[in-house]
């Protein structure tokens, strides 16, 4: 690492190129070292082979960059690497386990007196034991998922059959209500037949009627201009005619037969008892309905 460090750094300031530019002679430097060294030199040459450079900004040198980002960062990650395996106390290898703290230790935390009458082992016999562990653990682990998602599965059905049972129950309940929204028209309209059968009945009659007064108010009328025109007569005509004019008169003035109480629609009757009487109805319906259904379940 240390050979693959040299070319990776810069020959102006010895580290690691940061932001590199490629000159027009092939070396690389970095941007703001070759930028310092012009200012210093006042010329515009290259600080390895002091040929002049044909450009004043050379162009970054793009693959020499991401080289030097990869290196850094594999060296940041080794030293991080390399740290967790020291102990942070002694920076000693820690190369046993104190059973007591259950932690690991290196050879001068074991002799000292935080670790006194403490049990130590091998890390690596510690870390077998610890994975056999951690690996009996992982497979319980993966059959919960396996049983997890067979759960899930259950209640993902579950929750389909519980939406195909709700919608197939609001089927038969809207059947239910309309066989007793049926049943109620049913009813309203054998209520209303009656009702209207008495009503052309009553109305035809009170027709008839109104035709016999209508006859009697021409046959009064006819009398009335007859008899005022027969008094206009001369004396001998009005007395010649008198005799059967005035029994016509007579008539006519007799008084009519005492007229009949209005026929009027008989309301009471229409509506006695009559949300008694549907309910009455619906009861032995419902009850006739659960009869059959008890008698189909023992078929």
């Known amino acids: ?60 040198n793009g693959v020499l960059k991401n080289l030097c980002e990869s290196f850094l960062n594999e060296r940041k990650e080794s030293r991080s690497s390399e740290s967790e395996e020291l102990c942070s106390l002694h920076s000693e290898e820690l190369k046993l386990f104190c059973l007591e703290d259950k932690q690991p230790v290196c050879l001068v935390c074991r002799d000292s007196q935080q670790h006194d009458n403490h049990t130590f082992r091998p890390i690596s016999e510690v870390a077998s034991s610890c994975k056999e562990e951690v690996n009996t653990t992982l497979k319980s682990l993966h059959e919960k998922g396996k049983n997890k998602e067979k759960m ?89 005619k008198f005799p059967v004019s005035i029994e016509r008169v007579q008539i006519s003035s007799q008084p009519d037969p005492q007229t009949p109480s209005e026929p009027l629609i008989h309301v009471p009757c229409y509506f006695d008892n009559l949300p008694f009487r549907v309910w009455k109805k619906m009861q032995d319906i419902v009850q006739n309905s659960e009869s059959r259904e008890d008698l189909s379940s023992y078929t």
């Open 152 to 240: 899930k599965g259950d209640f993902e059905k579950t929750v389909q059959h519980i939406k195909s049972q709700a919608d197939q129950t609001e089927h038969q309940i809207k059947q239910q209500f309309e066989k007793l929204h049926q049943f109620l028209r049913d009813e309203e309209e054998a209520t209303i037949t009656p009702l209207r059968e008495e009503e052309e009945q009553k109305k035809k009659m009170m027709e008839e009627k109104l035709e016999e007064i209508n006859t009697d108010i021409s046959a009064l009328s006819y009398t009335i201009k007859d008899t005022e025109e027969m008094m206009k007569d001369s004396d001998v005509c009005f007395l010649k």
């Open 1 to 60: 690492m240390d050979s693959f460090k040299e070319e990776l750094s810069c020959p102006v300031c010895h580290e690691i190129f940061k932001s590199p530019v490629l000159l027009s002679c092939g070396h690389s430097v970095c941007k703001e070292c070759l930028q310092q060294f012009w200012r210093i030199k006042g010329t515009q040459e290259c600080p390895v082979c002091r040929r002049r450079s044909s450009r004043d900004d050379p162009p970054c």
